[in-house]
């Protein structure tokens, strides 16, 4: 097998997904693309579409955090309740650090009920990033005893990027053009959905019974931003990876959970950690409607993977997966 054939086996789940992917390692170089950005008849995929990156977008989150702690806005030990004191008690307990890795036991947004009377989930309304907050402040606890056990949370980083809202009076799509300006990345977005022009788009898909690809780009819990509404390009991100492991904020970022279980991959602050030998992995996936995400790189292994692809239910772990079989890992 190639090298693509390689990194994308099992991955590829039909012929006319879409995706982009770029692959660097000691000087190889891999660009592929393949598909339409909304069905058949319209544009090709480039290096340059965006994409929903879907829980990739943490990263950016956890950085953002990190930078205003660095200038002394915030702290990790700030608690909820000194930001958002309308909430309930309990979140004197709860810390920026225990949103950022996980461990704040926060209950899942998406479990919220919500217009049951549509006529299918994914016509119901949509829920927006402000809407977590008076469901927040009607829970009376949370799943565990905050800071003794790892959850991925939705919930805590739609929250966080509330509080980069409120802490620095910007909206994230101001704060993130201010970052997305330094790093160089000319065609990222955050997309308030309904309202951001999003060029390029990479719309959502989804295979029917009958092995068609038809677009299927959002659902009632897919226009919140904190937990997964940043778009950004296989050419952007590129950038991104360069900039994110020089920066300083990202020394903070790498710094691993101890509670997380699995002593393989451990999670910092919006990046998932894989530590082999001494050397050091850092990745993160992202899967929403029509959408799969996942971005890898590595100083110790001169390695940089992106796969990008606006179809649904892509196993894109796999990728990663698939990359250390690749490195002999």
């Known amino acids: 097998m190639t090298i693509f054939e390689q990194l994308t086996n099992n991955?590829?789940?039909?012929?006319?997904?879409?995706?982009?992917?770029?692959?660097?390692?000691?000087?190889?170089?891999?660009?592929?693309?393949?598909?339409?950005?909304a069905g058949i008849d319209s544009a090709d995929i480039t290096c340059n579409s965006n994409f929903r990156l879907a829980s990739v977008t943490k990263q950016f989150i956890g950085f953002g955090i990190v930078r205003l702690i660095n200038q002394g806005l915030l702290s990790y030990e700030t608690t909820i309740k000194e930001l958002y004191q309308e909430l309930p008690d309990y979140f004197k307990k709860i810390t920026i650090k225990h949103l950022l890795n996980h461990t704040s036991g926060l209950y899942n947004y998406e479990d919220v009920p919500h217009e049951l009377d549509a006529p299918h989930e994914l016509d119901a309304p949509q829920i927006q990033d402000d809407d977590i907050?008076?469901?927040?402040?009607?829970?009376?606890?949370?799943?565990?005893?905050v800071g003794t056990t790892y959850r991925y949370s939705n919930t805590a980083y739609v929250l966080l990027?509330?509080?980069?809202k409120k802490v620095t009076g910007l909206s994230l799509g101001e704060f993130y053009d201010v970052v997305f300006k330094e790093v160089g990345m000319i065609n990222s977005i955050v997309n308030y959905q309904g309202e951001t022009i999003v060029k390029e788009r990479a719309y959502g898909h989804l295979i029917d019974d009958n092995n068609q690809l038809y677009v299927k780009d959002q659902y009632w819990c897919s226009a919140t931003i904190g937990d997964g509404g940043l778009?950004?390009?296989?050419?952007?991100?590129?950038?991104?990876?360069?900039?994110?492991?020089?920066?300083k904020e990202f020394e903070s970022m790498k710094k691993p959970n101890p509670l997380k279980p699995d002593d393989f991959t451990s999670y910092g602050l919006g990046i998932r950690i894989i530590k082999i030998d001494g050397?050091?992995?850092?990745?993160?996936?992202?899967?929403?409607?029509g959408t799969s995400t996942i971005v890898i790189?590595?100083?110790?292994?001169?390695?940089?993977?992106?796969?990008?692809?606006?179809?649904?239910?892509?196993?894109t772990s796999g990728v990663k997966d698939n990359l250390l079989k690749l490195l002999g890992i």
């Open 133 to 145: 907050i008076p469901f927040l402040k009607n829970t009376d606890g949370t799943y565990f005893e």
């Open 231 to 247: 778009y950004s390009s296989v050419a952007d991100l590129k950038k991104w990876c360069k900039y994110l492991m020089n920066s």
């Open 279 to 289: 050397k050091e992995i850092y990745y993160h996936c992202g899967s929403t409607i």
């Open 161 to 164: 990027g509330l509080i980069i």
């Open 297 to 315: 790189f590595s100083k110790d292994f001169n390695v940089c993977l992106i796969f990008l692809s606006n179809l649904g239910n892509v196993n």
């Open 11 to 37: 991955i590829i789940l039909h012929p006319n997904q879409g995706y982009a992917l770029y692959y660097y390692h000691n000087g190889e170089v891999i660009e592929k693309v393949n598909g339409k950005v």
